[in-house]
């Protein structure tokens, strides 16, 4: 059974950070692709952040700079650290693990920047 437990979701004011993280259990971690996508209400949902199981990464040209997506196949688990965070950050996060046809989605965390 594949399980993707997502935290790290809060309230911060703008110019904070945050550490999201994704726990992935069931499936063979290092083969897989990660994700990070977010969705604001009424809006499409948009890819932030990837990472290859070779840990190559690519970034929305909306975050570069600001936020880093890393994974550690050891304990099973991807981060999105987000500095610099502005209003418009303000969305639902998911963490997304990817290989050949194969999809799978995490809960969604929220993630609210405002003063």
């Known amino acids: 059974q594949v399980q993707l437990v997502e935290s790290g979701g809060d309230l911060v004011q703008p110019g904070g950070s945050l550490r999201l993280s994704c726990a992935f259990s069931g499936i063979i971690f290092g083969r897989y692709s990660m994700g990070w996508y977010r969705q604001a209400p009424g809006k499409q949902r948009d890819l932030v952040a990837t990472?290859?199981?070779?840990?190559?990464?690519k970034y929305a040209d909306f975050v570069k700079g600001r936020f880093t997506i890393s994974r550690d196949n050891v304990k099973n688990t991807v981060y999105l650290q987000m500095n610099s965070l502005k209003s418009e950050d303000t969305a639902v996060y998911y963490c997304n693990a990817a290989w050949r046809s194969t999809a799978y989605w995490g809960q969604g965390t929220q993630v609210t920047v405002s003063s």
């Open positions: 990472i290859s199981s070779g840990g190559d990464t």
